[in-house]
């Protein structure tokens, strides 16, 4: 093909993609992408195109991008430091359960105390995977209610999910403490955008933090790649995957910055390596660090603001309607005692998706993208799937549904560069500034090889613009995915035929985009 005759085959094949109203949640949410990170970072091959920056030298704007973002992070969580991202949330979490075991006491260790728990509102793609990496290391899981844990001796470990996969936002407070008096290390899987509103993590002792930061502008692109976080404490830099932009001076003593810690298997003999973590999503952790550039603190608290109002609002309708809403504190997701065979047909006919985890129960998800105009949408399904007769809502409450002790009191984002950059005009003169301190193929051929050496031509990007494949959420019926499975099939197929293999798995390998054969 050429490229007009693909750009016309994508085009077709994205059109097999149903676009419905979707708040299902489970860690994926749709996002507003601000027009100018779209256009001068996403679609920019001074980005795209950029080598990693192991030269500091020629290389000092994606680390100043990504110190952002590191900073970002660590005043979110409230934690000490953080890594320049990885792969996705259940990879982070993964490695976070590594990483506890590595750092075991040395009482622990002698007793070879293996157990880890899982509490049962994990998500389910973090619990998928913990389940596989837990098992070649010697770790066994112990997936149960956290409120009925009994913090014995032989865990080393516990990760909580805040708020859970249902909504409800649990009080990791009391459960932290106490597992540090049981000398229980407790890892921590948090939404971002929650945390505007939820107080930090490591405000409560949280030993590591890790998540997403696909809501920060990043879109959903049927499950990824979305740039993941990991956050911890100094005591354990040693141990943390992935890439860490540290601070240094040059030799005028000027300030510059360069990768540190580097504790990958490819760098560094095999047994001193701390995981083969290497790749950061780095494109999209630079995406996410402007966005919370663009917005600082004010507009990141609004833009929450807004998603909380807008789920108080909806339960307060829905209950009106008579459907028990069983969440007592929640974020941005509100968990329905109904009958969810009758919803879901009623929300199909309507092009709306929510989550049903059995048939007695609906949750539903609102995010940044969700107005008034659909809140009313999603009340008439309700009602007409109920009998109900008509309610309809011309603003948003104000209720505050977050547990008194778990609101958050600190502070975050105060750096001059979180509060500079607000309008169009001087974000976009900011990008252009750290493009200029970067190489890219943009600019020359770049002498280093490197498995990550590739330029992506401009037809195949200009399709992740395109809302048709960017927002599909990963947990969509199968139906309205179609234009997904059939590229997808082709390529292992294709892969298949190829190599001579009996099958090709499309799986990431080791947070590396490479294919698995078998």
Same mark, same amino acid.
């Given at each position: ?5 693909? =750009? ?33 970072v996403?679609? @920019? ?31 979110? $969580? ?16 993964a ?11 040395r ?22 995977l ?6 070649? #290391?010697? #770790? ?55 945390? !505007? ?52 001076k ?25 995981s ?10 630079v995406?996410a660090?402007?966005?919370? !550039?663009y ?32 969440? $007592? ?8 005692? $109904? ?12 092009? !709306?998706?929510? @989550?049903?985890?059995?048939?007695? $129960?609906?949750?539903?998800s ?13 009340? =008439? ?15 948003l ?13 600190t502070?975050?984002l ?63 019926? !199968? ?18 035929e ?21």
């Amino acid at each position: 093909m050429s490229e007009f005759e693909y =750009s016309s085959h994508i085009n077709e094949l994205s059109k097999l993609n149903k676009i419905y109203k979707t708040y299902i949640g489970l860690g994926y949410h749709p996002t507003i992408l601000p027009a100018v990170i779209q256009r001068n970072v996403l679609e @920019n091959p001074g980005w795209y195109t950029a080598y990693t920056p192991y030269q500091a030298e020629i290389a000092q704007g994606r680390p100043e991008a990504l110190l952002n973002f590191r900073t970002m992070i660590t005043d979110l $969580t409230g934690m000490e430091l953080a890594n320049a991202s990885l792969l996705d949330e259940s990879t982070a979490a993964a490695e976070a359960m590594s990483l506890l075991f590595a750092v075991r006491e040395r009482e622990q260790k002698k007793a070879n105390v293996n157990r880890f728990f899982v509490a049962e509102t994990i998500l389910p793609q973090t619990l998928s995977l913990l389940q596989t990496r837990a098992t070649p #290391i010697g #770790i066994e899981l112990v997936i149960g209610d956290e409120t009925a844990f009994d913090f014995s001796s032989d865990f080393f470990g516990a990760i909580l999910q805040y708020p859970g996969k249902n909504g409800q936002v649990s009080d990791i407070k009391t459960f932290i403490a106490k597992a540090k008096a049981a000398q229980i290390k407790v890892a921590v899987a948090a939404d971002i955008l929650s945390l !505007v509103k939820l107080e930090a993590p490591g405000k409560f002792g949280a030993d590591v933090v890790v998540g997403t930061t696909q809501r920060f502008g990043i879109p959903l692109g049927y499950g990824g790649p979305h740039a993941a976080y990991f956050a911890t404490r100094e005591a354990f830099k040693r141990d943390i995957p992935g890439r860490i932009i540290g601070v240094t001076k040059d030799m005028n003593g000027n300030r510059a910055l360069r990768m540190a810690l580097q504790t990958r298997e490819q760098h560094i003999k095999r047994d001193k390596a701390t995981s083969n973590i290497c790749t950061a999503q780095v494109l999209l952790a630079v995406m996410a660090g402007m966005y919370a !550039v663009y917005h600082g603190p004010k507009g990141l608290l609004f833009i929450a603001n807004e998603v909380h109002n807008t789920a108080s609002t909806l339960a307060n309708a829905l209950v009106k309607l008579g459907v028990e809403q069983i969440n $007592t504190s929640f974020f941005d997701t509100i968990q329905l005692k $109904t009958n969810a065979p009758v919803i879901k047909a009623f929300a199909e006919k309507e092009e !709306v998706n929510f @989550n049903y985890p059995d048939d007695e $129960t609906v949750t539903i998800s609102v995010n940044e993208t969700t107005t008034l105009s659909d809140v009313n949408q999603i009340i =008439s399904i309700f009602e007409e799937a109920l009998g109900k007769e008509t309610i309809s809502i011309e603003n948003l409450s104000e209720t505050n549904n977050i547990s008194e002790t778990l609101q958050r009191q600190t502070e975050f984002l105060t750096l001059d560069v979180f509060n500079t950059y607000h309008s169009e005009t001087e974000l976009m003169r900011y990008i252009k500034s750290l493009e200029r301190k970067d190489l890219s193929l943009n600019h020359s051929m770049i002498s280093l090889g490197s498995c990550t050496m590739k330029l992506n031509a401009a037809a195949e990007m200009l399709p992740l613009s395109s809302p048709n494949w960017g927002n599909i959420h990963p947990f969509v019926p !199968v139906g309205q995915a179609q234009g997904y499975h059939k590229v997808l099939h082709a390529l292992e197929n294709q892969l298949t035929e190829i190599t001579g293999f009996a099958g090709t798995s499309l799986q990431p390998n080791s947070a590396r985009k490479e294919n698995m054969l078998v």
